[in-house]
């Protein structure tokens, strides 16, 4: 137990002698250096293992034998203890990450960064406002003094803008204080209250204010500090953006009880317009270490934002809110800025050479999922209890600002991240040094952000191992990660089993249903990988991070309990969509697409009332109101994730660009998690039907979405992205079925994502099989692989019967169905655009097997085998659920109609095979005998009577005596549709696509005209500072 | 021409910020409550003359530690920065020499009556030092090619400074608190020995802040 | 006295217009310090009561009615501590300028913005 003033002497002590010390040697004085840093953690931390778990008081020391006021004091108590602990844990990891700097530098780098320390030491626990002023200057002078550690042009003329602005703040800070002093006779912080002053008094306080406010660096009047983060050497730049920003919150802190509110709220929304506008301009940012300086500054605008608006709540949620925010930033930015220093890139566009570092590209990811504020890191849990106060006091401007803001941010967090998973890099780059000094900082940062996360996980919110799941998954596969693929395949799939089995049984069975799609068909696609060869590094914990959270989607009792699965089910999907090779684009536009929609959730859950109950979502749901805004914005964001008409533009790339054994997870499965989020919706919603009928428009959204993906599917020449857009018309169809709200539509919803997932894996498996033999995914290059790849080929055969609805497979009665439960509910005309939209379909399926498997045969695909075993199996454990449930529709029907019984009055009626609604009967077994008498009775007839038949070459098409120089172009099988295109004139453009990218150019265009507001020149950024405080003044009124 | 107008905005907004407090602007007619007890308390707790001295010094010595603190870190981000070279040739008239040689040793012993006596007068650590790097100043003008002696600077710098931290931790020890100036016997008010430790630690700060100012001259001059 | 206080609003504008609109770097400075000055002798001003000697408690001074023949010697000892300082930056910043101007051989702020945006 050392009195924590210690920490003040001993740095001091050592501070003056160090000069001498060094006399005797460079070893000398670097062992007391790091001594004292050492000691000052071991202090602190001590200390707050004694305030935490011993709960002693805080402490309060006086200086010079008399209390305070008279003299000045220090409190140490639980917020001080924890700000120190961090400060000068950072604050001692900087200096090791500095180690090779240290041994070199003039020894006046030592004790200016030994004193930087105390100096946040005594500015954190110091009372009296006028020795808060020293601090802070202490703390300026030797920050001023070390950006220069690194000794260039661009690091002096930041350093000196920084120091014209830091004096410039520092005379408003002085001239506050000794106000303060005129109004109240007091300058300790425990002596004054808000009532000492009177009106006219208030703007000493709001001098005290502004300076510190300037000091967080607010929009615009910050200019100064992105010079210093961009040319200062990394560590000391870490050292800025992290301790010295802890301490200076911490300052803003003490002095905020002081504040007016209205002064408070006004501060809040300048940190509010800080991080929107950071954000906006560093999505023009190629310098790595200016990016990292507009997202530093946001993120503090941010932090003061949190504590602005959450001042007057609980102190438990405070500290999760504020604490939050300040840990995940404060350690993400750290770890990131030390990064840069390893690095040695500027441009972002280099970063690709993380690629070949594979340790470094995991520490990378830990610490921008983190800043991005994803599960399970701290600045989630932060923003989620954040956002919901927020919308709870109906601050909707704020909540948008922030979540567009951090939109922005994720923008240009992952575009790096992508970059740095598969940007190009120069052949003769060279391999990045190691230095253990400079990565155990980083490693040890990481690792501390996760423990937080875990802890804040099982302490403040009481989750239990399952929820924890996908992250044990991931971290758990990590360390297995030498063992051969196949074993980890097998693993995974044992693994699959055993929690699928754990899950069961469930309270609803709503929940059963999905739980077979969701757990039962990923764990069949998982045979599909089992074709793996090398080690696949990491696939198989990202991918049972996927699987586990699709179950804890389907047990989630809360909104929070949800919302967390579906982020794990949004990050992990985003890392297997990045596997493939070429998904740089698609993955970010999945990652900017899925958050987009996530927020819109989180503010929905948010708005929602509580739940009175205990039991699952699914089922307490129903019991819940929810308003009609939270309805809107929960459809938005689900009709997001299953790629809607209009948000749909992130789909076909993501499950084009996927490894092709990833795409039927990710087409088949991942889609109906945002089927389920509706039906959820759904079942509040018609025991509660809202006011107004959302439920109308999301029926027209799915009708259209059906038709355009049939049509979009149509002029694909790319098997797989005719997949996609095919699973997009398919999930349009489903769509429409739930805003039907019927007995019969809900049937037939569930009935078609049961025969979707099916289907759907089984093509994307199958094209995964060509795409291995014959290494392309373009349909035209194909041809007559039917001879060659036959147990493929009749997978897609009874797949595309099984889509378009034809007799006898199950698709028929999907359709049935469909159209039934529309033309019920009245909605003819949609229920004709659904009609139309299915004869569309028939063209990108004829497309597809025609062009692939029928034809003839290229000559470079003489040699090719059939599709690897591995993607044979689940193939046909599909189709044998198919053949199933076509020939015996009750299987499925029957339980379906128990299900959806509960939540509607049952419209059909079931006897024997035969299935009878209000609108006709069908009886698949008999329909299915009667198309196999019809199908084989002609069959026999052409084989007996038509064997003669006469065989053409394909390409003997010769121009005037030239052969074109691509035959295949010239071939049907290109462009096949291309006079259908025509037919759709003006409708045929990519419209979507084209508004979604100048969305894309409108916000880097205002991004970049904002920022030429910091012209580089030091005057300007002093004008900022000035005016900022006149307009503050102007709009306070005071 | 913009910019023009924003800083004449700029600085008629600061003007109408300061305004009212000027116009409302009154003087306080008593002491605070807390100057009354420091003016009680200079006298009957630590038995110094100045007021002002006990206040910087023992009650309100955090800050002048912090502050002697601040001197110290621009002397050592002056010397981090600049790396003195050698000065050029010049050479001042000999009157010149020899009369500031001379004044020079009157200017120390004044420097370090001042710093000696600040709980008595109106004077302290930091004037003395400003005083004693004057001389100094004086010195380097008259002979750009001085060469102060580095090592003794440093050693007065780094000592006196340990020292003053040295003395306040005496008071920890003592369990009377840190910084406290009754370490020492508080003497017979008004002579040069009373006020306790006050004029001991105005003697550690005269020296270092001597010292430096000397030392940040020194650097700059070398250009 | 309150001729003191306006001196020093006066001194701390004339300060920040100079830091405004002066090109050289040591003009920049030097207004600078103009306005920390200014700021030094509003914290005097404040301190002032009317018709009161300096907090020097000798001979001349009753002891015993010493508060009521004084002016306030906080603002006096506050003002000490914030001259040291603003000597400490005014004297960084100078060095500062001495190695801007040894790599580029100018002293107007104008040629020193290559970083921005």
Redesign the interface.
Known sequence: MV?P?FIL?LS??A??????FEKGGRKLSLTVFYGVLSFNVFVIAEWFYRIVFLSEPALI??????TA????NLRLGLQESFVLLFTNFTGLMAAIYLFRKFIKS?I??L??YL?LI??IN?LVM?R?L??M???M??V???T??LT?LT?T??S?????KY??AG??A??FF??G???V??FT???NLDFITQSDFSH?GL?SLFLLAMAVFIELKPFPAN?WA??VY??VNSGITSVIAVVNSAGIFFVFYKISPLLPVHLLHILGIAGVITFFFSNLMGL?QTNAKRLLGYSSIGQIGLLVASLSFTIHYQTSLIYLIVGGFFVNHLIAKAGLFWLTGIVEKENLKDWGVLKNNKSLLILFGVLLFALSGLPPFPGFWAKWEFIKILTQTKMFWVVGTILLGSLFEIIFLFRWFTIAVKGDIDSNEKEIPFEFSKLFPIALFSGIILLISVAIMKSYYDFTLIQLLPIIAVLGVYLLDFIPSKIKGFLSLIVVGIYGYYLYPFESNLQLFFGIIFIVGSAINIIGTLNRKNLSQGFYGFLLMMIFSFGNLIIAKTYLEFFLAWEFMTISSFVLILRGNKAQMASLMYMIFSTAGAYLMMVGFSYAPALNSNSVLINSIANVQLPVLSIILLAIGFMIKSGSFGVHIWLPEAHAEAESDVSPFISAILLKAGVFGLLMIGISYIKNTPSFDVFYFVGWFGVITALVGAFLASFQEDAKRLLAYSSMSQVGYIVASIAILSHLGWLSAMYLSFNHMMFKSALFIAIAGVYYRTHTRTMYEMGGLIKKMPLSYITVLISIIAVSGVPPLSGFGAKWLIYSSFIEKGWYFQAGVLFFSSGVSFLYLYRLIHTIFLGQLKYEHQDIKEAPIWFIIPQYIFMAGIMAISMNPNLIIQPLNSIVGHYFQSAILIDGYNITSSLGNWNGNLVMMVTMGVFIVPLLFLKLYNGKTQKVEQFNIVYAAERPESPQTTHIAHNMYAHYRKALGGWGKPRIWNFWHEATEWSHSFGDFF??I???????Y??HI??Y???I??ILGV | MIKKIFVALAIFGLFSIFLPIMINFDFHQNLSELSTQYVKGSVEDLNSQNVVTSVIVTYRGLDTLGEVTVLFLATAGIGFLLKKRKGKKRVASELLQTSSSFLSVVIIMFGIFIFSHGHLTPGGGFQGGVMIASAFLLLMLSDVNLELNHTILQFIESLSGAFYVVVGLIGLVLTIGFLNSKIIPLGEYGNLFSAGAIPLIYSFVGLKVGSELTNILDAMGGD | MIFALILGFALLLIGIYGMLSQRNLIKIVISFSIADTGTHIIIVAIGYLRGRTAPILDKAIDIANATHKVVDPIPSALVLTAIVIGLAVTALMLSFIIELYKKKKSLSIDDYQELKW
């Open positions: 009195n003033i002497i001091l002590a501070g003056f002698l160090l000069s001498i020391i006086n200086t010079a034998g008399f006021p008279l003299s000045i003039h006046s780098s004790i200016l004193i105390m100096g005594g110091t009296d006028f020795n002023f020293v601090f200057e202490i300026s002078i030797s001023y003094a220069i000794k042009r661009d002096l003329t930041a350093g000196f120091m014209i004096g410039t520092s005379i002085l001239l204080v000794v106000f002093y005129y006779g007091n300058l006219f703007i200019g992105l010079d961009q040319s023009k920022r030429h910091y012209t580089g020149n030091g005057q300007t002093i004008l000035i005016l405080i006149v307009v003044y102007i």
